[in-house]
């Protein structure tokens, strides 16, 4: 016969399991605090809004998964390190400038001792910087690395969103050959873990200009790195790459998965970005607004890209690898240095782009600095590749596309056609450069050939090019004359409306509604 169990014990365990209860909420609500730091305040505070802390670091020392920690606006000369990580459960760990005010990470009176960066997420997962404005980094030695924003090693779900990176510098001012400079970089992504990448990660919003990074580049992924997103980010003003996608660098001890890969770049605004003058570069004009140097599955469209050197340029620098499945598209590429796209390895010796499609943009007065690049560059080592529903409006020199690889006309490494031609000086004196040979006039070009069966050399019909409007008017010869079957052209045009209408599609990166 079971023992009858004394009242007061059934009380005393009713109130222990409240007081259990009680001391989780506690818990939970401690995980879900707002934490707060102010020029004004002190590390020996509780941290709240009436009595926040002094430093961000102390925060972020800290804070743990759910808390969100306001920085009030002033200037903070600290470097800082995220401590911990948040959780699919109780949340992300979020910093970020107090509404409607600005927090400065000031560091200029901070010298780099190594790879170091402003503010460093390593090996965290679950956090979000928001909103803070990030500067003055700087160095002139040659193996010091100064960095904005650094995200290293494995971790997944990190956002960094609408903050304000500038004047991060290495100004080393020696090399022993084009790229060997110094280095830095604005914002930079670097899966170096051979098991787990870095994934799930947004760049959405920021602001990244006026850098001086050697040869690297200004905002960056690179090797074990997937499913990210590099959205509405406005890069300019740099001397190097403005946005890269990287493999084969060996950032990730296993080659497997040293490629960043599965990734979104899109709706950002990239402009003025050179290496002429960079000390690592010289006199060449080689940075790219956008770069998949080795990346894969990558998807680059509704971008807008103007006084770069290239535009967008999909390659590998490594031998026997390969930039592979990327699409472009959508994308408007004006007043580039060199080409306005640009594609294969640069020299017979380097690496492969297959299997990249690049359809449906728009390009204009490309290779302003004569380097013979024309509008679309193929270099070598190509297979596979397509490039069609594009316009292409060469500049004075009135050329057109570059071809520098030797082509098997019955299995061509690149499928053009179904593209637009115009340049102002008309058919007959366009360039058209294939190999050893160069073709004047569009027909000769089509005939020798056999490139863009279906293509045309007419005037586009923008608005206003002068004024950098490239919207089509009503008559354009562009309006539903681009191939939908069998091609990756997406949802949405430039303007964000739909990209096909009445089932037809318009050349360029404009659907004429």
């Known amino acids: 016969m079971a023992q009858a169990v004394p009242l007061s014990a059934i009380k005393l365990n009713f109130y222990l399991v409240l007081l259990l209860l009680a001391g989780v909420s506690g818990s939970f609500a401690q995980n879900k605090s707002s934490f707060y730091v102010s020029t004004t305040g002190s590390d020996a505070n509780p941290g709240t809004q009436a009595a926040p802390w002094r430093t961000i670091q102390h925060a972020a020392d800290v804070a743990c998964a759910g808390s969100t920690v306001s920085v009030r606006g002033g200037v903070y000369q600290e ?18 400038s107090y509404p409607g005010e600005t927090a400065v990470l000031d560091a200029q009176h901070f010298t780099p001792s190594g ?5 460093t997420i390593h090996d965290k997962s ?3 910087i928001e909103g803070f404005e990030i500067l003055n980094y700087r160095t002139a030695e040659h193996h010091l690395t100064p960095l904005g924003i650094s995200v290293m090693g494995a971790g997944s779900h990190i956002e960094l969103l609408k903050n304000n990176v500038h004047h991060i510098e290495n100004t080393f001012q020696g090399r022993d050959r084009p790229g060997s400079g110094g280095n830095g970089f604005g914002i930079a992504v670097y899966g170096t873990d051979a098991k787990t990448p870095i994934s799930d990660l947004i760049i959405d919003g920021n602001e990244v200009h006026h850098l ?5 580049e200004s905002l960056v992924v690179n090797g074990n790195v997937t499913n990210f997103r590099i959205t509405h980010n406005v890069v300019h003003d740099n001397n190097n790459i403005g946005i890269d996608v990287i493999g084969f660098e060996r950032t990730a001890p296993d080659p497997a998965v040293d490629q960043a890969r599965d990734g979104v770049v899109s709706e950002n605004l990239v402009y003025n970005i050179t290496s002429r003058g960079n000390p690592a570069y010289g006199e060449d004009q080689s940075s790219d607004g956008i770069y998949v ?7 680059i469209e509704r971008n807008v890209i103007h006084d770069v050197d290239f535009g967008i340029e999909l390659a590998s620098e490594h031998r026997d690898r390969a930039t592979s499945y990327v699409t472009a598209r959508n994308n408007l590429i004006y007043h580039c240095n060199t080409a306005g796209v640009s594609i294969g390895g640069y020299a017979p010796e380097r690496g492969h782009t297959e299997h990249c499609i690049v ?5 204009h007065d490309d290779d302003t600095a004569g380097t013979g690049s024309g509008e679309f560059q193929m270099q070598w080592n190509m297979a596979d590749d397509v490039f069609e529903n594009n316009i292409l409006y060469a500049g004075k020199r009135c050329l057109m596309t570059v071809n520098k690889s030797e082509v098997d006309r019955s299995q061509p490494p690149v499928a053009i056609d179904h593209n637009l031609y115009y340049c102002d000086a008309g058919s007959k004196e366009s360039i058209w450069k294939e190999v050893s040979d160069s073709f004047t006039g569009f027909e000769k070009y089509v ?3 056999g490139n863009d069966a279906h293509s045309r050399f007419l005037d586009p019909d923008f608005v206003n090019a002068s004024d950098s409007d490239f919207h089509l008017r009503s008559d354009s010869p562009a309006i539903a004359a681009g191939l939908i079957d069998g091609l990756p052209v997406g949802d949405q045009d430039l303007d964000g409306l739909p990209r096909v ?5 318009t050349l360029g990166c404009y659907q004429r509604q």
């Open 79 to 96: 470097l800082v390190t995220i401590k911990s990580s948040g959780n699919a459960t109780e949340g992300y760990i979020t910093f970020r």
């Open 115 to 119: 790879r170091n960066a402003v503010l």
């Open 126 to 128: 679950y956090v979000r």
């Open 212 to 216: 001086k990074t050697g040869s690297s």
């Open 293 to 299: 140097d080795g990346g894969t599955r990558v998807l």
């Open 359 to 363: 359809i449906n943009n728009t390009l």
């Open 447 to 449: 005939q020798s050939t």
């Open 501 to 505: 209408k009445s089932g037809k599609i």
